[in-house]
């Protein structure tokens, strides 16, 4: 359950312990807390964000029920520290997703039609069919390709940012990660190159209490995770993970603060895994569900849309209007990846190497001629 | 006798030696109270305590590197590794310090340490769900490899790598974790490490396979067989040590061989065994040994069906080496 | 034209596509100002600074990981691991994300990055200074496997390695670092990755080898030829992609085969070879292909001669290989 | 160079940036600290100690040189960190050492004649042959094996402290590596078991200021080693590493919590490496001699000594037959080893397992049938 922080300054030198916030339940901005300013415009592209993801999320867990999507893995309560991290950063500067932030993509301009086509690995999947579904990569917007394997993005979103800085360029890396990945060597090894070279780096730790079945407890005897940042000369900060007004607050200072040559940042963002670890989990079999009740009220989407109301933006003929319009898209997205074959057969031999060995151009001849699996595609 | 899927052939296994002997202990991700992703280790933790079935913080090299650790102060330790594809950020305490500890201590710190994981695609599970990397191990002096087809050989040989003094890599093949179901006793009995087993006698190719391959291979035999042909079957069981001779007695007798594996072929395990026969067999071979493996790219998420080596392309192999 | 060793050719290769490309940074343990261990990079932080050529912190997962993230910004990276034996750290970010990154990603990341790391024994270094893991490697699909055994052939592959667009594994001979010594033009010139090159001519007996065991089988010849053996002898060069045509050609001419590497035996890099050798010209071979490599021990302290391929165990082979 | 640390209570907690120290330069114990009580015979003992760690290492080190030695490593100048670390514990207790700590092999009982031998790699060598000069192993002290590969005993350490927890036991392990050692993946994961698993072990950093040319700064960006302990929710203690009694103080302090079932300590001991790291090492090519010298003049014999003479311990005399006796012993020691011959060659395929399987079997044969180098012995 989050705990009441008292509002403070957001920049370092803070408590790495204590939660910050802007927004209470109601979605006012507490006392005595400077707001960063959000133009009207921004606050309901990231409410339609915000609402895309949940009714994706919703969408396609259902379809992965009724065995027409392989797998999936929702996001459902974590929604706000997707579009915080997102909306502090400029086209230019690079993301490192972990599996469990859609709302990143979407929001660098990723399509439905690209996100479901992967999800199906058909033969329009940006990834070719390669990888499990939720392994989005999307070069195009400066979207690194996923991993299964925890924290080994970590390490890579730092010397992305050295080489942007080698490079002369003022890029940033934003890297985002769950708790569980604190305890691996990658977060560790990532975490102190950025420190010993200033690496313009964001270390985004989405704090949601479960690794699969492993509480946040059994994860780490630290006070909480931003106060590892302490063992790396560089500042933590713990944010309250569904108060998004917060977290683009702590994203704004971290990103000026390695954009200027300051040095890396590690942000927990405290929030709660509502839904199962994936479609392949069933948390009732380890956890309390009114752990989860609780936590479904204090909704990110909800705390948003009231601030929006507070601030006379939202409406409900607005919310349909964006439910309706994300609908549409989604199943025409997703009637598109259905009606698609798989990739062809000869492209399992592309990428990889930038040309065809002479070995894997026998095996693909060999491939082509042998008797082959009636249907090869297994996607739906 | 209750019939058990491999799943609950480990599990019982892993009960009995709990049982028997208070130095085992099981730790990894989510094997606790969830019992592991697989439920492998269901119920263990209600049995035996948190303080013999151990759930982890997400890092295979302390998981592996404890339990090197309680192996030298003398427990029996069995991590599980929730995916082979996962064993990688380990690699550097199996293959550095887990295969060398007896050795370069002269032989006074042995380190019995029996890694449990998952391996294998046909899950739908992509290039980090599916991979076979037994051969890294087999490659590594010190380890033995093991990796069971079916229910009543999961439980004897994972009985046999505990009560051993080596660090055992026990491959379990997930793709038919469910699906292969025997007999399998309630009492104790153990299968030796290093013997091979002929599942199907036949006379005129030697068919070598392990894990879930096994089942393959079965199917190609009967597509086979309807044709007239007559494969010979060798489940391995143990990598390594390999049981060279059932091997070589049944290439002396067949001149022929057809090996299945489902990782990579370039230097997979199926080079050794054909260097091997190649080696000591050379003048009983009638025609060129067959390698029927996974193709040399990451494992593919939509296509594993064409990458698998499937019963189809084993009977391929079968007929075209028979008819050489 | 200057007479360089392996450790100066590398330096010139480094040096000049350096010089050549801003994108090239080299990185890793003690490479800048001390210029590494065994002094590969020396010189190259005071030309290039520190942003180039950067010391890192002990560890090799971040030594790769952060070169990963490099070369998918568009750097060139050169990483240094300052013995083979301790690569393994890093197993996870070469094997699960270096080797499959291009391909995971549907093509739109491939990361150039080339790995220099020094193997082999010979030098008194145990089992923590001495190890040849290329199989492992080999059997990685994405990564190319390069290793060059004297000074011409190192800057060449170096230089081309860089300049490809793949992932490389470049192992560097450290026993004959200083020794192999050699005539190496000061400009630029490559060697194309996937040549093998015969160092020896003869009609008797194919003898493959690369790195370090390039010497121990030219020494091997004189010996063998002295008594009248006719050995050809060729250097793979490059391990992965494999210059089967080169070979098979050679096998088809002598019809026996000798292998040596100081790996260990089982699933070494030989047993590729020879499985792939008895696939393809089980016709030709007039005698069991022979393997001679480092035994499946760990590598040994005090008795790294016995361990080692000698020039007499490779000569014995040949001969009882020439005789069969 | 050491920073004067106010002293202050060894207890967590402390700021872990913040260098404790008992004796200063002149041997006296500060005003305001309580020095642990070291009985007389115990002083004596430990000042023979780090006289034998020095005059061995003198010594081994110019017979390197001279080429009857393969390799060695000395560790002149932090003497005090393996002796402040061996003291605190009991038989039953376990050690993980790393390279540079033969004090702590010398105080549990491991013989001149045994540390001889290991270098020699003869027949005698407690490992067989097996292993590099100074990899010693000596299991009847519950002295584990020393492994090249920095960092893999951090884990390992932790394993032993939870069976020996599991086991119902009070022993306690203590582990030593190297301040580079910290930016393994293995010091992170290894600390982090610890914290969740209140495993009774306690790390020992010995922070020497060099990782072969790496300076500390290029290590990490934090600004003590300690303060690492903060991110596993574990104590972290800055001790001054050439002060005996220090280290002695918070190491006892350190050992008592962790068998009184209240967890790890992360200790640094700031000292200095005032050698090269190997024989194979010439740190002038990096590093600045007048840095050296700096802390030639903070020796930590030499402060212990002076330690001694305030308690009317100390004499020239008893120096000198001390000297002696450890000469007389090392030179006896180094006169048997050299007379041995190698280990048989037949052992080379002994220990690779239980028992030698069929394959290694018939390699053993190949080996002793083949041709074999003249002289297979290379130990000297
Ligand atoms: C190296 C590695 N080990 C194990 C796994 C299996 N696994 C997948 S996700 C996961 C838990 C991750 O938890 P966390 O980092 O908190 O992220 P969350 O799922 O909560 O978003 C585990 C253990 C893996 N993918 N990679
Ligand atoms: C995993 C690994 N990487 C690199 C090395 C090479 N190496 C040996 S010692 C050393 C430096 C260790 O420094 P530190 O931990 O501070 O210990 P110190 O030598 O100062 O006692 C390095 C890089 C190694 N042995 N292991
Ligand atoms: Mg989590
Ligand atoms: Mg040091």
Partial sequence: MLAKGQPVSVSPPRNPDEVFSILDEDGNVRKGVRAPEVPDEACLKLYRGLLQVRLVDDRYMKLQRQGRLGFYMQSTGEEATHFGGAYALRDSDWVFPSYREPGLAFWRGYSLTDFTNQLFGNCEDPVKGRQMPVHHSARWLNFVSISSPVGTQIPQAVGMAMAARISKKDDVALVYFGEGATSTGQFHVGMNFAGVFKAPCIFFCRNNGWAISTSREKQTASKSFAVKALAYGMPGVLVDGNDLLAIIAVMEDAVKRARAGEGPTLVEALTYRRGGHSSSDDPNAYRDPTEVAAWEAQDPIERWRRYLVKRNLWSQELHDRYAQEITDEMMAALKHAESLGPPPVESMFDDVFAELPPHLAEQKAECLAGPRPKSGHGGH | ?324
Avoid: W
């Fill in chain 2, 1 to 324: 006798m209750p019939v058990y899927n491999i799943i609950q052939a480990v599990n019982d296994a892993l009960r009995l030696e709990m049982k028997r002997d208070p130095r085992v202990v099981v730790l990894g991700e989510d094997v606790g109270k969830f019992g592991g992703v697989f439920r492998a280790t269901s119920g263990l933790y209600d049995e035996f305590g948190p303080d013999r079935v151990m759930d982890t913080p997400l890092a295979e090299s302390g998981i592996i590197g404890t339990a090197i650790g309680m192996a030298l102060y003398g427990l029996k330790p069995v991590p599980e590794i929730q995916f082979a594809d996962f064993i990688y950020p380990a690699y550097d305490q199996i293959v550095n310090e887990l295969a060398k500890f007896r050795y370069r201590s002269g032989g006074q710190y042995p380190t019995p340490v029996v890694i449990r994981t998952p391996y294998g695609g046909g899950i739908r599970g992509g290039h980090y769900h599916s991979q076979s990397p037994e051969a890294y191990f087999v490659h590594t002096p010190g380890l033995k490899v093991v990796i069971p087809s079916n229910p009543y050989d999961a439980k004897g040989l994972l009985l046999s790598a505990i009560r051993g003094e080596d660090p055992v890599i026990f491959m379990e093949p997930k793709r038919v974790y469910r699906a292969a179901k025997g007999e399998v006793p309630e009492d104790d009995y153990t299968i030796p490490i290093g013997q091979a087993k002929i599942v199907r006698e036949g006379s005129q190719v030697t068919l070598l396979c392990y894990g879930a391959m096994v089942h393959t291979c079965m199917e190609a035999a009967e597509k086979a067989a309807a044709e007239g042909f007559d494969p010979e079957i060798i489940d391995l069981r143990t990598l390594l040590p390999l049981d060279t001779e059932t091997v070589l007695q049944s290439v002396r007798k067949t001149g022929r061989v057809v090996i299945a594996h489902e990782a990579p072929r370039t230097c997979g395990y199926g080079a050794e065994l054909a260097a091997m026969i190649a080696e000591r067999a050379l003048l009983s071979l009638e025609a060129p040994i067959a390698r029927v493996t996974g193709f040399d790219t990451p494992f593919p998420y939509t296509l594993e069906n064409e990458y698998l080596p499937s019963p189809d392309r084993v009977a391929q192999a079968i007929k075209q080496t028979a008819t050489y």
